[in-house]
């Protein structure tokens, strides 16, 4: 597979209505992207915000996780057969529980930039800045999460790269 890295500033809209998913998908039209999702009868998720449960948050905003050594700097997506793509440059940012289904929006992520790769072309770095420590290491951890039970380092994953955040108080 291709790796494919998708530079959200870098997208001109048409008109001042053009969403960022339009634009994502008029560029993704023009690259390979779409010819390698149809090859592999892959179809497309939106993703309207992004959902965390609490172990990835801090009081002062995204956890720091000592394994890593690192902050939350990003966000690996998945769900099989699809490529996920966020519907906007700036995304609200979940809290959720996963007993009671709720969310607490707790702030909005800018996302400059989307990586589009089977999981184990992803780098150490793009590993590390979402808490694992390897590809293994990112496959046993997210299997324990509904909707991810089937991935594999060669699933195809969507990386979220974290810009600005901003906090709600």
């Not at 702030?107 to 089977?118: K, L, M």
């Amino acid at each position: 597979m291709a790796r494919f890295d998708i530079y959200t500033k870098e997208l001109i809209p048409v008109n001042e209505h053009s969403t960022l998913l339009e634009m994502i998908m008029r560029e993704i039209g023009d690259s390979d992207v779409l010819s390698f999702a149809r090859t592999n009868k892959l179809t497309f998720h939106v993703d309207e915000s992004t959902d965390f449960y609490s172990q990835h948050f801090s009081e002062e905003g995204w956890a720091y996780y000592p394994r890593t050594k690192r902050v939350k700097a990003g966000t690996l997506r998945y769900r099989p057969g699809k490529i996920r793509l966020p519907s906007q440059r700036h995304m609200y940012v979940n809290q959720t529980y996963p007993d009671t289904k709720e969310k607490t929006r707790v702030g909005i992520a800018e996302i400059p930039r989307i990586v589009i790769a089977n999981l184990n072309e992803l780098t150490i770095d793009e590993l590390l800045n979402d808490g694992f420590t390897s590809v293994k290491d990112a496959v046993n951890n997210m299997k324990q999460y509904p909707g991810y039970e089937a991935i594999n380092n060669n699933s195809v994953v969507s990386y979220y790269y974290f810009g600005e955040t901003h906090w709600k108080k």
